[in-house]
């Protein structure tokens, strides 16, 4: 019986979709030889070697960047991180604030839940850049805030 090309279209397509799981059964009922892309008849052996080509291959590990650059350290860092821990004894001497341990984590997670995150890459040693006046006003503000809340409701 001979094939229409929609029948050996669809089976091109489902070999290229699905590599790995080849096709069980024959809905036909007979058995039915393996075409190439072309739509010509393939031998056994060259259906197996077109089926192994198929067959899903462990990706291959890949290196991201640039050689030349990658030759210094560098870490990534959240900058407001770095700010409200700078700020951090200033602002708690100002409020006459606890200044346990408990209680400066506690400010500090507060005034970073209300920041949003800054990261930078720098290089390793390196002080983090200064920040502009308008970031500055708001890293003061959640970090006062901060402050206020665990001073009314200390967690020791």
Request: charged share 30%; net charge positive.
């Amino acid at each position: 019986m001979a094939r229409t090309k929609k029948e050996i279209d669809k089976d091109l397509m489902y070999k290229k979709l699905m590599p790995s799981a080849p096709r069980q059964g024959n809905p036909e009922g007979s058995t039915r030889e393996k075409v190439d892309a072309g739509g010509r008849a393939l031998s056994a052996e060259d259906a197996e070697e077109e089926a192994q080509s198929n067959r899903q291959r462990p990706a291959a590990r890949r290196e991201v960047g640039v050689p030349s650059l990658d030759t210094q350290p560098t870490v990534l860092i959240n900058v407001m991180e770095s700010i409200v821990l700078e700020k951090l004894d200033s602002v708690l001497a100002r409020f006459k604030c606890c200044k346990c341990d408990r209680c400066k984590k506690d400010i500090v997670a507060l005034a970073l839940n209300k920041l949003p995150p800054k990261y930078m890459v720098l290089m390793a040693g390196r002080p983090t850049p200064d920040i502009d006046p308008q970031t500055n006003a708001q890293v003061l503000s959640a970090m006062i805030q901060a402050v206020l809340a665990v001073r009314a409701h200390p967690r020791h």
